[in-house]
């Protein structure tokens, strides 16, 4: 699995839709209240994605938010989330907890690139 490939492609079919430039394209994002397995189809625009887990957190469904770890609880799985692809999209201000992802556990090592 390559994520910078699909998530190029998910920019692409929007840039083409709204023939607007793929440079100008980037991912807002909304977190879904459903399980995955509710979901019975795509969104208009962008995707879904899952499978992503939490280090040192957790998401509360109930709160909507990034909340405390349970005690001896190290990884959680995150919420379905909806990757919204917007043009000549501001950054959100205020909110929001910045945070990278991983594709695997180990955070060292050789960047993986699309080049």
């Not at 910078?4 to 879904?32: E, P």
């Not at 770890?69 to 205020?94: C, I, N």
Request: some cysteine; glycine content about 10%.
């Amino acid at each position: 699995f390559f994520p910078q490939a699909f998530l190029t492609g998910a920019k692409q079919n929007y840039a083409r839709k709204y023939v607007k430039a793929i440079d100008g394209v980037s991912f807002g994002f909304k977190i879904l209240k459903e399980e995955w397995k509710e979901i019975k189809e795509g969104p208009e625009d962008g995707c879904y994605i899952r499978g992503l887990f939490m280090e040192g957190a957790r998401w509360d469904a109930k709160e909507h938010s990034i909340v405390d770890s349970r005690p001896k609880e190290l990884f959680t799985k995150m919420a379905v989330m909806w990757l919204v692809p917007e043009f000549e999209r501001k950054p959100t201000q205020g909110g929001v907890y910045r945070c990278p992802i991983y594709k695997t556990l180990t955070r060292a090592g050789t960047l993986s690139t699309t080049g």
